[in-house]
């Protein structure tokens, strides 16, 4: 069966063939298997459609302004990515690292399983002999 213009109602079957304009499905909408987009077909979610999620054929891109990952109960926040700005890392809900312009700040401790360079920029180091001097391990 062909369809024109407006589909309103159920429709039963295979519904290929729609053309006219798209329709706005208001309420919930249930895909029993599963939803196939062709590349570069994106799924748009939001008012102005400002949140995009597709595939190009070798590449797969979720774009939005500022984008939160957070738990299934969205109770508590994973990630943030927030346009032309920080990425924020979240462990139980607290911030533990965080991009900047020059750089990243790790909140908490940070472990290295080796270091390299010189490491003669680091600053807010322990006078050298404290117990807390990690000087002494680094440049052996």
């Not at 401790?109 to 002999?129: D, K, Q, R, V, Y």
Request: charged fraction near 15%; proline fraction near 1%.
């Amino acid at each position: 069966t062909t369809f024109s213009g407006a589909v309103t109602g159920n429709v039963t079957g295979n519904a290929t063939g729609l053309s006219g304009t798209p329709n706005i499905v208001v309420g919930l909408a249930t895909v029993g298997t599963a939803l196939s987009l062709a590349d570069d077909v994106k799924a748009r979610f939001g008012t102005g459609g400002d949140l995009e999620i597709y595939h190009d054929g070798s590449a797969s891109y979720i774009a939005a302004d500022d984008l939160r990952v957070t738990n299934g109960a969205v109770n508590e926040t994973l990630a943030k990515f927030i346009n032309g700005g920080a990425v924020e890392l979240y462990h139980n809900d607290s911030k533990k690292l965080e991009t900047t312009g020059v750089g990243a700040v790790v909140t908490g401790i940070l472990t290295a399983t080796s270091f390299e360079g010189s490491g003669e920029n680091l600053t807010n180091l322990p006078a050298s002999g404290d117990a807390n001097d990690i000087t002494a391990c680094l440049f052996i």
